[in-house]
T-cell receptor, first 108, second 115 residues
Framework: RKEVEQDPGPFNVPEGATVAFNCTYS??????FFWYRQDCRKEPKLLMS???SGNEDGRFTAQLNRASQYISLLIRDSKLSDSATYLC?????????FGAGTILRVKS | GAVVSQHPSRVICKSGTSVKIECRSL??????MFWYRQFPKQSLMLMAT?????????EQGVEKDKFLINHASLTLSTLTVTSAHPEDSSFYIC???????????FGPGTRLTVL
C-alpha cells in the first residue's frame, strides 16, 4: 500500500464548477500536510499547507481529519488556469512523501 | 518562500557518459538540500538528502556510487549521474527547506534524456 494515496483522475470540469480532491495517508505519526500544484513538465509549487482546523485561501479550502488520516482540497469557481496536477504531500519523519497526484482539467 | 535554481534545465547525453546537475539556493544558506526524481506520470521520489560538509543520506534502493552528491557550500549542491543509461532518463528536482518545520521549495528541475 502506498503511503499517500490519491485518486489519479482526471477530473474534467467546466469553468465555474466546484471540485473536491481526496487523499489518504498511512503513517499516523505524520506531522504536517500540504497540497502542491504541478504543471506539465514543471516543478511542484506549494499551494497551501493543511491544518487540523481547516483553512481557506481564496477559492481553495483544505481540510485534515487526523482520526481518519484523510486530507481534502476543495476548489470553488474553477478557472481554466486551475488545470494542473494536484499533489497531496505528507511530512513523515521529516521527509516529504508525495502522492501520485490528481489531474484536473478545467474546460470552457 | 525560498528561491532555488537548477542547471542545466535539460540535457541529452549518450549512454555511458556522466552528467552533473547543479542546485543553488539563491536567498538563504541551506545546510540541507533534497534530491528527487520523477518518472513520467509518477510521483516524486526522494533519492537523497544532501548535507553541507558531510556525506549525503541516500534512500533505500538508490545507488550512492551511481548518484554522487556533493554539498560543498551552503548554497550549492551537485548531483552527478555517473555512467548514465536510458533507464536513468527522468526529471531530477532539488529542493530546500528554510527551517525544519517548514515546507520545501523546489528548483525548476532538470530533464535528463539518455540515448
Amino acid at each position: 500500500r502506498k503511503e499517500v494515496e490519491q485518486d489519479p483522475g482526471p477530473f474534467n470540469v467546466p469553468e465555474g464548477a466546484t471540485v473536491a480532491f481526496n487523499c489518504t495517508y498511512s503513517n499516523s505519526a505524520s506531522q504536517s500536510f500540504f497540497w502542491y500544484r504541478q504543471d506539465c513538465r514543471k516543478e511542484p509549487k506549494l499551494l497551501m499547507s493543511v491544518y487540523s482546523s481547516g483553512n481557506e485561501d481564496g477559492r481553495f479550502t483544505a481540510q485534515l481529519n487526523r482520526a481518519s488520516q484523510y486530507i481534502s482540497l476543495l476548489i470553488r469557481d474553477s478557472k481554466l488556469s486551475d488545470s494542473a496536477t494536484y499533489l497531496c504531500v505528507v511530512n513523515s519523519l521529516n521527509k516529504l512523501v508525495f502522492g501520485a497526484g490528481t489531474i484536473l482539467r478545467v474546460k470552457s | 518562500g525560498a528561491v532555488v535554481s537548477q542547471h542545466p534545465s535539460r540535457v541529452i547525453c549518450k549512454s555511458g557518459t556522466s552528467v552533473k546537475i547543479e542546485c543553488r539556493s539563491l536567498d538563504f544558506q541551506a545546510t540541507t538540500m533534497f534530491w528527487y526524481r520523477q518518472f513520467p506520470k509518477q510521483s516524486l521520489m526522494l533519492m537523497a538528502t544532501s548535507n553541507e560538509g558531510s556525506k549525503a543520506t541516500y534512500e533505500q534502493g538508490v545507488e550512492k556510487d551511481k548518484f554522487l552528491i556533493n554539498h560543498a557550500s551552503l548554497t550549492l549542491s551537485t548531483l552527478t549521474v555517473t555512467s548514465a543509461h536510458p533507464e536513468d532518463s527522468s526529471f531530477y528536482i532539488c529542493s530546500v527547506r528554510p527551517n525544519p518545520t517548514d515546507t520545501q521549495y523546489f528548483g525548476p528541475g532538470t530533464r535528463l534524456t539518455v540515448l
